[in-house]
């Protein structure tokens, strides 16, 4: 079972990089360092400023391979499974997941209603295309890519 743990935290750490832009459309409030919080509080809105570093070389998940890149893109997005505050592998995009008995096949079962930033329908064919992306050696990523079946 602690192999199945460690399996799904390596594999959480990988999802958090392999997609960007996934999230609700909502607007958040949220401001950045240029006085959008102040014209933000006086509009009524909450939001809050995050200095997470300098600007990232890259924020194509499957290219970065420098931490303030990874901070801002952990930030940014949300991947099926998240480590929580316990580090306790959790549910993120995916509102549940199993793993075969001999860990080599995951299913994860997509929470409805997934948005991606511009509003457009999130699936699981992006998941897919995503880690596809991550592996394929045209990519030229420069983190570990999973094995191959």
Request: glycine share 8%.
């Amino acid at each position: 079972m602690k192999m199945r743990n460690i399996a799904a935290a390596a594999m959480a750490g990988a999802l958090a990089v392999s997609l960007a832009a996934c999230g609700s459309s909502a607007n958040t409030g949220a401001a950045n360092a240029t006085g959008e919080a102040a014209d933000a509080a006086e509009a009524g809105s909450t939001g809050f400023t995050v200095q997470l570093g300098p600007n990232p070389e890259t924020l194509d998940p499957a290219l970065n391979a420098a931490v303030d890149g990874g901070n801002t893109l952990i930030t940014i997005e949300e991947p099926l499974l998240i480590i929580d505050e316990n580090n306790e592998v959790q549910p993120g995009q995916a509102e549940s997941y199993e793993v075969s008995d001999d860990g080599l096949t995951w299913t994860f079962h997509m929470r409805d209603g997934l948005k991606w930033s511009d509003g457009s329908d999130l699936t699981a064919a992006d998941f897919e295309y995503s880690f596809k992306r991550l592996a394929n050696p045209d990519t030229a990523a420069p983190m570990p890519r999973p094995l191959s079946a």
